[in-house]
């Protein structure tokens, strides 16, 4: 690779236009998808020629996009000077970014099938404070993300091999194999949301499929084989089943795309992961600058005896409030208690976070006693009351409400729990399945200690921290409690002379 | 010489029983003030309701109790909610408590403070009022926003805060 020279404008390889060309549709997907669906209505009333003009709007708009691309990679330029790095963009609005090597916290790089063809990467520097002014350097080469590396004083990895083994010399943390890829996608809570989407177009499906089935059977009758309804069970059955099925392979399918040979290992004193089938992504965060570490459990992971372990950076301010989230994505409880302590070392981490643990603490069940009154008997009966006139006994449905809002308030009691020491605590949360979040007092921002009416007549009160990342609240503990909690974290944070990011 | 001295829980400092500061006496003044202003302008909207022809005379006596009756409140409201609020600087953070139903108190460590504003409205200046808002790392907008600040204090209160604010913090 030839080596740049300091303060000459560079462009980037004019690969770099696949990036461009991938940013704008997804901007558009994300944007612009809603306008879709009036034009799926204009297709259904088969009044216009929707497909060829759909055709028309599809290679017009593929034009504009591969036009506005490749504009912007001839006005994407950089620049290195000794101690940070410019980049120039911008077709219309021109923008110059100025990035300090000292305010990079991190070089995280992306990698497409096409890019490792081409043995280019995508360089996305993770930058404190301010998202909305991102750097991504499209399409460099390795050596050059590996030399920037090294610029900003964080030790570049060894190789750019695809082998794990590349990364031996620091420590291996997890790697996760074609199970746990299943394992991750079964997990998945993303397909029962597609699941709801789609669950009204689903009925129409069912309709036609009904119409089949019914000349299905027709057409066996007429070749002298009998259906009965116990046939037409089996048959409803099996779609579900085969619907199932399909969903579960779209998960397990997006694990793969996104956590392929996953691997974690911890190089100096910075986390760094990598993965990816197809595009491969690679992140790294700094252990200091880790605000909270957040275990969850889903429905089906409880069953997996799994977790999913993520690491919650600063949030930006500004516009883009994008967080910095570090996911290990399947770990199991004593794994997470291990890399806790490895975390948060030497200060902290001596506590556990598995929420089966029985050292946590309840709250007060007043908590649940709160919510059942006024989330479930006081609506439930001004409703009941005021629909009384016009529905009669109908009204009194209203009622099951209450049986519903007292089983998930037990629930969240029983679930609810913290968990303290000197240093740090872990709130438990949650209700299909568990939350705990651990944190630093140190590194503690502000803190709340907030009454209702009902809470100050118990003596009660939720104690709130906020973090860099975001707030933690232990809510219905005893008044005292949260005060003497209250003025021990003040008195940690004001006591620490290190820093909190 | 690095010092780790055992701290007896006890012996913490304690943020109860302080002596709150109150908000500058003209805050309540000032918001009724405001108050007057909004229930003009919706007075101005009701009354040009009076010029629709037609109308029967049961929803305009309910429009106009309502009215009345939320000015009432709004009236008197500052003069329950105002005294409940206070705040209390300290060698090393600043407390501020507000509510009347729902109650809290915020605590924010100087060390942890970002960034600090003074503003103020026309209204405010009219009362020789300012607003503080202190900012912490992660947080939206403002974190803290005292209201009803006399002028004067709340510059001074800026300055001091920022001057903790600067507090040298050594790298992890």
Do not use: C
């Amino acid at each position: 690779m030839k080596t740049l020279e300091l303060d000459t404008w560079y462009r980037t390889s004019p690969f770099a236009i696949l990036f461009f060309i991938g940013k704008t549709i997804r901007l558009l997907a994300k944007n612009a998808w809603q306008s879709l669906i009036p034009l799926a209505g204009l297709a259904a009333t088969d009044k216009f020629d929707v497909i060829s003009i759909i055709k028309i709007g599809a290679v017009g708009l593929g034009a504009v996009i591969a036009g506005g691309a490749i504009l912007s990679y001839w006005f994407f330029r950089y620049r290195l000077t000794d101690d940070s790095i410019l980049i120039r963009q911008g077709v219309v609005k021109k923008k110059q970014l100025d990035i300090k090597f000292g305010r990079i916290q991190g070089i995280n790089t992306q990698q497409n099938p096409i890019y490792r063809v081409l043995k280019l990467v995508t360089v996305n520097f993770d930058t404190a404070g301010s998202s909305g002014n991102e750097g991504n350097l499209p399409a460099v080469t390795r050596s050059f993300a590996d030399s920037l590396r090294e610029r900003i004083g964080k030790k570049p990895r060894e190789t750019v091999a695809e082998d794990i083994a590349a990364v031996a010399d620091s420590t291996m943390l997890v790697s996760l194999n074609w199970r746990d890829m299943v394992r991750i996608g079964l997990a998945d809570r993303r397909a029962l949301i597609v699941f709801a989407f789609i669950g009204p177009l689903m009925e129409q499906i069912g309709d036609q499929l009904d119409g089949y089935i019914e000349r299905f059977v027709l057409l066996a009758a007429a070749n002298g084989i009998d259906f009965d309804a116990a046939s037409g069970l089996w048959a409803a059955t099996a779609i579900v089943l085969a619907v199932v099925l399909l969903f579960v392979l779209v998960s397990v399918a997006a694990a793969f795309l996104q956590y392929h040979r996953f691997a974690l290992w911890l190089d100096g004193q910075t986390l760094r992961s990598r993965g990816g089938l197809l595009t491969k992504h690679e992140h790294s965060m700094d252990l200091g600058k880790i605000q909270t570490l957040r275990l969850q459990q889903g429905v089906v992971e409880t069953w997996q005896r799994r977790f999913r372990l993520t690491a919650r950076q600063a949030v930006a301010s500004g516009k883009n409030r994008a967080q910095k989230v570090f996911t290990i994505p399947s770990v199991g409880a004593q794994q997470a208690d291990e890399f806790r302590q490895l975390f948060y070392a030497p200060e902290a981490g001596v506590l556990t976070q598995d929420p089966r643990s029985d050292v946590f603490a309840p709250i007060s069940p007043y908590y649940m006693r709160s919510r059942i009154l006024f989330v479930g008997f006081l609506p439930a009966l001004i409703i009941t009351a005021a629909t009384a006139v016009t529905a009669g006994a109908f009204s009194l449905l209203f009622l099951l409400w209450l049986p519903v809002v007292a089983a998930v308030s037990y629930r969240s009691w029983k679930r609810a729990g913290y968990l303290h020491d000197d240093n740090e605590i872990v709130r438990r949360s949650g209700f299909l399945g568990y939350r705990t979040v651990g944190l630093l007092f140190r590194k503690v921002q502000r803190v709340t200690v907030s009454q209702s009416r009902y809470q100050r007549r118990k003596g009660l009160a939720s104690l709130r921290m906020y973090m860099a990342s975001g707030s933690v609240k232990v809510p219905y503990i005893e008044h005292e409690t949260a005060k003497r909690l209250r003025d021990y974290i003040l008195y940690k944070v004001e006591s620490s002379d290190r820093a909190w990011h | 010489m690095f010092q780790n001295p055992e701290i007896a829980l006890d012996a913490l400092p304690v943020a109860d029983d302080l002596d709150w500061e109150k908000l500058h006496p003209h805050y309540s003044r000032r918001i009724r003030v405001q108050v007057i202003i909004v229930f003009a302008v919706i007075a101005l909207g009701l009354a040009a309701l009076n010029f629709v022809p037609n109308v029967p005379l049961l929803p305009f006596v309910i429009l106009y109790s309502q009215w009345v009756i939320a000015l009432t409140i709004a009236l008197f409201w500052p003069g329950i909610s105002v005294p409940r609020r206070g705040y209390v600087l300290r060698d090393k953070d600043i407390l501020f408590r507000k509510g009347v139903i729902w109650r809290s108190v915020t605590a924010i460590p100087f060390n942890r403070i970002q960034h600090v504003e003074t503003s103020n409205t026309p209204l405010d200046r009219k009362f020789d009022l300012a607003n503080l808002q202190l900012f912490t790392a992660g947080g939206s907008g403002g974190d803290l926003k005292i209201d009803g600040l006399g002028k004067g204090i709340a510059e001074r209160l800026r300055v001091f805060i920022l001057n903790k604010a600067g507090a040298p913090v050594e790298d992890a």
